[in-house]
């Protein structure tokens, strides 16, 4: 049932967006150049990687030495704007749609993370990753890479259609107050090392869903 969700609503995103998707496209080739579309390897389903499909928002500015500069000088204001509004992943509709990703589900990490996670971290790889989830509505890159991980953990054993309808409606909020954009001092997400603790997550519960979403073990 997940699954033809994801592709009915991805392929009726898809169409509805068209029009402003090609407009997006022709603002990202003339303010950042091409190419316009950012394909960075991510893990999927069992540990798999795949290619995510996202707006760029970066130049390609390089210092003296040949190497990119950091990111704070590559971020553009028009780039930091695709970012505070989500835009930027509105391309991900079509790895829903080919079945890399799902509309609700953890988000999607690079490969390098793969040594770090512990055994319970790495559980977030049972279910196909998604474009929003349950840890980007309760704080987003706000939030550490254990608070993160424990969060996508309780999606993984609680999912069900009516908690990816609760997430997709808040979802919505979260990107028009555009909350939990950036982590506190940066314009990126710092890079995920390693938890210093053996169990995220210890001694705390992750946020449950209200009364009237049920919570059950995933099939």
Not at 53 to 79: C, H, I, N, S, W
Not at 90 to 105: A, D, E, K, N, Y
Not at 198 to 207: D, E, N, R, T, V
Request: net charge positive; glycine share 8%.
């Amino acid at each position: 049932m997940k699954r033809l969700f994801d592709m009915a609503f991805s392929a009726v995103a898809l169409l509805m967006l068209a029009i402003p998707l090609l407009i997006l496209a022709g603002a990202v080739r003339w303010k950042l150049g091409t190419p316009v579309l950012f394909r960075p390897t991510r893990v999927g389903l069992g540990s798999r990687p795949f290619k995510v499909v996202k707006f760029r928002t970066m130049t390609d500015a390089r210092g003296p030495d040949g190497q990119l500069l950091p990111d704070e000088d590559r971020l553009t204001p028009f780039g930091s704007f695709l970012r505070r509004s989500s835009l930027d992943e509105l391309p991900q509709f079509w790895c829903v749609l080919i079945g890399t990703m799902s509309v609700i589900g953890p988000r999607p990490l690079p490969p390098k993370y793969l040594p770090f996670y512990s055994p319970a971290q790495a559980r977030r790889h049972l279910v196909r990753p998604g474009i929003s989830g349950w840890a980007q509505i309760n704080g987003r890159n706000s939030l550490s890479w254990e608070e993160k991980f424990h969060l996508d953990t309780w999606y993984v054993d609680h999912r069900s259609f009516w908690l990816d309808l609760k997430i997709i409606w808040q979802t919505i909020g979260i990107v028009i107050r555009r909350q939990g954009i950036n982590a506190t001092g940066d314009v990126t997400v710092p890079d995920f090392t390693g938890s210093p603790v053996a169990q995220p997550g210890a001694g705390k519960s992750a946020p449950a869903p209200s009364e009237d979403i049920p919570a059950h073990p995933a099939l």
